[in-house]
């Protein structure tokens, strides 16, 4: 199962719903994809929410680490 990710706006927060493999290849390029998308809305204030995530590799750990980073340098507040 590929990552899917779906946005829901709850108050001033937006929460990405993340369903299925965080890994190296498609499911890391998605996310990031959809991150920078986020950005250059302004999005500022965002939840990850990984409840429905059944497989994070490595590869998928690190694309976590580095969005939060780069995020996080941007002034973006994230859960």
Do not use: H, P
């Not at 929460?15 to 959809?34: P, S, Y």
């Amino acid at each position: 199962m590929s990552l899917t990710l779906k946005s829901r706006e709850v108050s001033v927060v937006t929460v990405l719903d993340l369903t299925g493999k965080i890994t190296l290849g498609e499911g890391g390029q998605a996310l990031r994809d959809e991150l920078r998308l986020y950005l250059a809305k302004g999005v500022r204030r965002m939840v990850l929410n990984l409840a429905e995530v059944s497989y994070v590799d490595s590869s998928g750990l690190g694309e976590l680490v580095s969005a939060f980073t780069g995020m996080k340098n941007l002034g973006v507040s994230w859960s």
